[in-house]
């Protein structure tokens, strides 16, 4: 390819941006395939290296097709109100929402997807990748590509349990705090206090190590020390609500705690929550992924992305980007749960661009 | 205060349009409005909430406020077009000629410097005056502004002066530059009656001296009546009519605008308590009340609410009115005294009161926007309580809702499944109404719940309320600090200060003289639609007797 399709391509894609920027959708996205059709004609007859940027480029651009492609169906074929919400969304939130929705179908669906079994041995140590062994082999012959399919199940799932469990814990308590007020809202605030005040990894290994490194004493472990942070938000989140003056004629009327909560309160305070939520998830899948590295985390066989990064950590020295992969799966997903999560904070603070 | 002044123009406003943002579209806010300013000249700009004054008081100083754009026409002010100037062109006026007061000066100085260091700032920047020139200026300005301590009062921070020397300390600062326009956007709309005349007579005065031309936004009438020598009234971002202000006052053309004069006139026949002595619905009795933090609030106060009949409690902020509702209803335990309802006393707290106690006392709120749940639909706001206290569940839930939506005259159909924030306020607070009635009430308690409304609908609310109250018996504690409400709706009226209650008794004998002086000088502190009433009323108090001074004299009566 010669310096001057690259430039040409270079100044389309530029052109995509701008329009992408001016809001001109359908100029965005026939610019984009433009650049993408020339990037997979003719640019695998580049240098490597200009042939690696032009495959970067061309991923870019499936993904930004791939996510416009997403956010338009859906606001064409769904309700008038999630259409409505759909059709403010950067473009970003619906490239989260894009590898959110393919995460969570390989983790559905792993059996089905995966060529292979979670711990079958297939072939030899770090066999380089063919056309049966998409990403090659790890140090025990299993498939990579294949575990990397069960490690969306067992990772974002543990992840996802802990996360859930944490905020029932810390939003229920942190609701109670700020309704009930008074002794109440010192005490839960004081265990808060407290269990915040140790670091969350020397607190989680001191914890796994005691009690062992079960998946039951994981999502228990890391709920304890994420719960306090939701309690903190919800019981502020909460005590801007309860001061309403609706809430004061629920009161009034004589209702009780559960129904403040559950109808007043909750639904005014929800937006932040589930931003948080997202933000959390995040936090926890690292923690998690970190155990699994430290080797406290989820145990072999049980494919997971943190200790998948451990076990092929040596092939690094070697110049083998395999161990980059599970990496790479958890980058992904943390900055897409990010980039949805960034959207739904700037939606619930009310903030315009 | 016209007719000396050059009759050169100042500021012309042709055709101005000015979009707002909303769901992703630009909806026309302003739909072509013209507007001529003289110099010297002070104009009155009237209009319901979103009629769009206070983005044409922005747009005269070429700003568009967030959300917002100016989307055709010209604003020439001497002789430049603001519309097409360079930001730094309209920055260099802004301050420096063109000026600007808000409706909260709490809200608008920054409580981290002291209010002469923000004053002297405009001055410094555009290189004006040096720093201590400003600053002996400033001084000078709170003299002629009349605050007490001049010299000193300039030093404190912004929390530390009352709200209406706060407005009056902006008003020194919009002129610290002496700009050749200033524009008041509803200065005194959060300031007590009392205080509103200082305001309004400090302004005069110095708008007069210096001969500054105003834009001066209210939704007041009467006060825009003292202040303006001409008149611009808007609807929906269109000029209505203008004109000269007595004539504007005495000879509306247009239907709206007459519409806006008649407002005042409304008034319910009074009634009185049956002869004999009948028993008291709520009788609140000897009570003092504290809140944790401070001294009493309340001392030694004692009303009694008659069935089917209205009471107006009445008081500057801070007299303890709202506090009194809060005991009544349970929110605040009186330290002392108690509460009644039929004779029997309820328990103090609201948590020890039966479901039975708790229904017949209701509440409507000041501020509909937080009195309702934004989440929940009006069906479920206003079924709540009939479910809750009536055991109504199904199909008769519902009729019992589209009853009480027709009874409030929003149409079932339309309104059932909205939430709040598709309403207008006018209609929020019918859903207000609607759910204290829901519960099937003896006496509702309405807070202050005209003053955030716009004339016309609160007008309609009023109205409404007093045809609730003859169909279905009901008797009303009204707390407002407004007089022309009392005098519309009340049958009996108590008067409070600083937590005691000043007087009480029938309506036409507490409008009637003789008067306690408190009364007296609330009463004759409500402006009224006479153009020459400020000057009037200034003549008869004397200039050092109004406002806080002329409060002070008062207790020792």
Same mark, same amino acid.
């Given at each position: 390819m010669s310096p001057v399709l690259i430039g040409a391509c270079l100044v389309l894609l530029g052109a995509a941006g701008v329009a992408f920027v001016r809001r001109r959708r359908l100029l965005c996205g026939a610019l984009v395939l433009l650049v993408l059709a020339v990037a997979v004609t003719r640019g695998f007859g580049l240098p490597p290296d200009l042939a690696g940027l032009a495959i970067a480029a061309a991923l870019l651009a499936v993904a930004a097709a791939l996510s416009a492609g997403l956010k338009w169906s859906i606001v064409r074929f769904s309700g008038p109100a999630v259409a409505r919400e759909f059709r403010t969304a950067p473009l970003t939130a619906s490239f989260g929402i894009l590898v959110i929705l393919l995460y969570s179908t390989a983790a559905l669906f792993a059996p089905w997807i995966a060529p292979h079994g979670e711990a079958e041995v297939i072939s030899s140590s770090f066999a380089p990748p063919s056309s049966s062994l998409l990403l090659g082999a790890d140090q025990l012959g299993r498939d990579i590509f294949s575990r990397i399919i069960y490690g969306a199940r067992n990772s974002v799932g543990l992840a996802l349990a802990a996360t859930l469990l944490a905020f029932l814990l810390g939003a229920v308590s942190g609701l109670l705090a700020a309704i009930k007020g008074g002794i109440a809202d010192q005490v839960l605030g004081r265990i808060a206090d407290i269990l915040m005040s140790v670091p969350a990894l020397i607190f989680a290994l001191l914890m796994l190590s005691i009690f062992g490194t079960g998946l039951l004493v994981i999502v228990l472990v890391i709920a304890v020390i994420y719960a306090p942070r939701v309690f903190r938000l919800t019981r502020a989140v909460a005590g801007n609500v309860v001061v309403m003056d609706y809430v004061e004629a629920a009161r009034l009327r004589g209702e009780g705690d559960w129904y403040l909560i559950r109808r007043e309160i909750l639904p005014n305070a929800a937006a932040p929550l589930v931003a948080e939520f997202g933000l959390e998830f995040c936090f926890v899948f690292l923690l998690i992924a970190g155990l699994s590295f430290l080797g406290l985390g989820v145990q072999p066989p049980t494919a997971d992305w943190g200790s998948m990064v451990r076990e092929n950590a040596t092939l690094i020295s070697f110049g083998d980007m395999t161990p980059l992969i599970p990496a790479g799966a958890i980058a992904l997903l943390t900055v897409s749960v990010n980039f949805v999560v960034d959207w739904m904070l700037l939606r619930s603070s009310g903030l315009k661009e | 205060m016209s007719s000396a002044q050059a009759r050169d123009v100042l500021l012309e406003i042709r055709d101005l349009r000015i979009d707002g943002r909303t769901n992703e579209e630009w909806v026309p806010i302003i739909k072509g409005v013209d507007l001529t300013l003289h110099r010297g000249e002070v104009l009155g700009l009237i209009g319901e909430s979103g009629a769009g004054k206070s983005t044409i008081g922005a747009a005269a100083m070429g700003y568009a406020r967030d959300g917002t754009r100016i989307s055709g026409g010209s604003v020439t002010f001497d002789g430049r077009d603001l519309v097409t100037a360079s930001e730094a062109q309209r920055r260099a006026l802004r301050g420096a000629r063109i000026a600007y007061v808000a409706q909260s000066a709490a809200a608008s100085f920054? *409580? $981290?410097? =002291?209010i002469i260091d923000q004053h002297v700032e405009a001055p410094v920047h555009h290189r004006l005056r040096s720093k201590a020139e400003a600053r002996e200026d400033a001084m000078a300005l709170y003299e002629r502004l009349r605050l007490p301590n001049p010299d000193e009062i300039g030093f404190r921070y912004p929390h530390q002066v009352s709200g209406g020397q706060l407005q009056r300390a902006m008003t020194a600062m919009a002129m610290s530059c002496r700009p050749d326009l200033i524009i008041f956007d509803e *200065? @005194? @709309? $959060?300031? +007590?009656v009392t205080t509103q005349i200082e305001v309004l007579a400090a302004i005069r005065d110095i708008v007069a001296e210096v001969g500054t031309a105003a834009i001066y936004i209210s939704h007041d009438l009467a006060v825009v009546a003292q202040m303006a020598d001409t008149i611009k009234v808007l609807l929906r971002g269109e000029g209505v009519e203008e004109a000269e202000t007595r004539r504007m006052l005495s000879h509306p053309q247009e239907e709206y605008t007459r519409s806006l004069w008649a407002v005042r006139s409304f008034e319910r026949p009074q009634k009185r308590r049956p002869a004999g002595g009948a028993a008291p619905l709520v009788e609140i009795a000897g009570v003092d009340a504290a809140y944790a933090s401070g001294g009493k609030v309340l001392d030694d106060v004692s009303f009694e609410i008659h069935p089917g009949m209205t009471l107006a409690v009445v008081g500057e902020s801070g007299s303890g009115k709202s506090t009194a509702a809060r005991v009544i209803t349970g929110l605040l335990p009186p330290a002392r005294g108690e509460v009644r309802l039929k004779g029997s006393p309820l328990p *103090?707290?609201? =948590? +020890? =009161?039966s479901r039975a106690e708790l229904r017949q006392v209701q509440m409507i709120y000041q501020m509909a926007d937080t009195a309702l749940n934004p989440k929940l639909r009006i069906r479920d706001i206003v079924g709540r309580p009939a479910q809750f206290y009536g055991g109504l569940s199904g199909k008769e839930l519902r009729r019992r809702v589209e009853e009480l939506l027709e009874l409030i005259e929003l149409d079932p159909a339309d309104y059932m499944t909205r939430r709040p924030p598709e309403l207008s306020g006018g209609q929020k607070q019918r859903i207000g109404i609607a759910r204290a009635l829901a519960a099937d009430p003896e006496v509702i308690i309405c807070d202050e719940v005209t003053s955030a409304l716009d004339q016309l609908v609160a007008e309609g609310i009023l109205k409404l309320l007093g045809r609730l109250q003859d169909e279905l018996d009901l008797a009303y504690m009204f707390i407002t600090h407004d007089l022309a409400t009392v005098r519309a709706i009340a049958d009996e009226v108590v008067v409070m200060r600083d937590g005691r209650v000043v007087e009480q008794g029938p309506k036409d004998e507490m409008f009637a003289p003789p008067h306690h002086p408190y009364t007296d000088l609330l009463l004759s502190s409500v402006p009224e639609m006479d153009p020459d009433w400020l000057s009037r009323l200034l003549e008869e108090r004397g200039r050092d007797n109004i406002g806080e001074a002329a409060r002070d004299g008062s207790g020792g009566h």
């Open positions: - | 920054n *409580p $981290a410097h =002291r *200065p @005194t @709309t $959060a300031l +007590d *103090p707290h609201f =948590r +020890d =009161r």
